[in-house]
Nanobody
Framework: VQLQASGGGLVQPGGSLRLTCEASIRIFSIYDMGWYRQAPGKQRELVAVLTSAYSTNYADSVKGRFTISRDNAKNTAYLQMNSPKFEDTAVYYC??????????WGKGTLVTVSS
């Protein structure tokens, strides 16, 4: 299983950015997909999760600004980041999780929010 995150870069506060996670998973649709982030000097934290049943869970800090979505036909998950703030600067990681099958991580993509 491989997860490839992309789409990071420099974004201004109030702008927008979309992260993409392409997964090489045999049955992508049964996995819960999540985005996590790790800022310098901090622990990795949950940003958003979209389950296989299309339930969502967001960190309070991103509710109303970020949206997680998935396209099962393309084995891809997305994180739409609207109105980012300076404190959203971090390395963002995508995760695929399925109980009894595994927990997989991709290499991160760096998002820098700066004016």
């Amino acid at each position: 299983v491989q997860l490839q995150a992309s789409g990071g870069g420099l974004v201004q506060p109030g702008g927008s950015l979309r992260l993409t996670c392409e997964a090489s998973i045999r049955i992508f649709s049964i996995y819960d997909m999540g985005w996590y982030r790790q800022a310098p000097g901090k622990q990795r934290e949950l940003v958003a999760v979209l389950t296989s049943a299309y339930s969502t869970n967001y960190a309070d800090s991103v509710k109303g600004r970020f949206t997680i979505s998935r396209d099962n036909a393309k084995n891809t998950a997305y994180l739409q980041m609207n109105s980012p703030k300076f404190e959203d600067t971090a390395v963002y990681y995508c995760n695929a999780h399925k109980r009894d099958l595994g927990d997989y991580w991709g290499k991160g993509t760096l998002v820098t929010v700066s004016s």
